[in-house]
């Protein structure tokens, strides 16, 4: 989890106290948890439904989510869907999941992992054989994870469904925006910082009298 004051990935203690505000419907609980790199508190509160016993999360301190600017590689459609998820993840997690998945199904799609939905665009990506592409063992631990997440292997993510709301925790809506950043620097800031880096090699290359760099 990155903790939403000061953005620092940590583990965190997390002390829950029920709250019990005679609601006839649901019972509440308060979750406290305290980053051991800015020592700030992070406090949420969960709305249990009574019949089936799921809980609710929405985050009440801090009210934002710090997360880092966009990259300016990052495709303007892709990169308005991460924003919108940041910024409804302190009122509802499961949006802000929801966005995240649609986000993370427009950058499959942009690098041609497109099937007839998101779990089986996922398994492309997984299962890609030319090694040029292969995404590295962390990032494919980190997109795993996402079905694992909400029950989503039972919810197909569809072109028509994909804003689907799922129960999820906080902490899984939090990792998919953590997904996505590593994201965004694999297919878009990387591949650019390449370029650049070619495009400067190329030009001593040329000024010596050399040809210019493969790939």
Not at 26 to 53: M, N, Q, V, W
Not at 67 to 88: F, M
Not at 173 to 190: D, I, K, M, T
């Given at each position: 989890?990155?903790?939403?004051?000061?953005?620092?990935?940590?583990?965190?203690?997390?002390?829950?106290?029920?709250?019990?505000?005679?609601?006839?419907?649901?019972?509440?609980?308060?979750?406290?948890?305290?980053?051991?790199?800015?020592?700030?508190?992070?406090?949420?509160?969960?709305?249990?439904?009574?019949?089936?016993?799921?809980?609710?999360?929405?985050?009440?301190?801090?009210?934002?989510?710090?997360?880092?600017?966009?990259?300016?590689?990052?495709?303007?459609?892709?990169?308005?869907d991460y924003i919108e998820a940041c910024n409804v993840l302190p009122i509802s997690p499961k949006a802000s999941a929801a966005l995240s998945r649609?986000?993370?199904?427009?950058?499959?799609?942009?690098?041609?992992?497109?099937?007839?939905?998101?779990?089986?665009?996922?398994?492309?990506?997984?299962?890609?054989?030319?090694?040029?592409?292969?995404?590295?063992?962390?990032?494919?631990?980190?997109?795993?994870?996402?079905?694992?997440?909400?029950?989503?292997?039972?919810?197909?993510?569809?072109?028509?469904?994909?804003?689907?709301?799922?129960?999820?925790?906080?902490?899984?809506?939090?990792?998919?925006?953590?997904?996505?950043?590593?994201?965004?620097?694999?297919?878009?800031?990387?591949?650019?910082?390449?370029?650049?880096?070619?495009?400067?090699?190329?030009?001593?290359?040329?000024?010596?009298?050399?040809?210019?760099?493969?790939?």
């Amino acid at each position: 989890m990155k903790c939403p004051h000061c953005g620092v990935a940590a583990n965190f203690r997390e002390h829950e106290t029920p709250v019990n505000f005679g609601s006839k419907y649901t019972a509440r609980k308060i979750s406290t948890s305290f980053c051991p790199d800015c020592g700030e508190i992070i406090l949420y509160l969960g709305r249990i439904h009574r019949e089936t016993g799921e809980t609710d999360w929405t985050l009440i301190e801090p009210q934002g989510a710090n997360r880092g600017p966009v990259p300016a590689e990052v495709p303007k459609l892709i990169a308005a869907d991460y924003i919108e998820a940041c910024n409804v993840l302190p009122i509802s997690p499961k949006a802000s999941a929801a966005l995240s998945r649609r986000c993370l199904q427009g950058i499959l799609r942009g690098h041609g992992y497109t099937a007839k939905d998101l779990a089986k665009e996922i398994d492309l990506l997984l299962g890609e054989t030319d090694t040029s592409k292969a995404i590295p063992s962390s990032l494919r631990m980190m997109v795993d994870a996402i079905r694992n997440f909400g029950n989503f292997s039972a919810h197909p993510i569809t072109d028509v469904t994909t804003l689907q709301v799922i129960e999820v925790e906080p902490q899984e809506a939090e990792w998919c925006l953590e997904v996505l950043e590593e994201c965004f620097q694999h297919f878009y800031v990387r591949p650019a910082q390449a370029l650049v880096r070619k495009a400067a090699l190329d030009a001593k290359l040329a000024q010596a009298g050399k040809p210019a760099s493969k790939g």
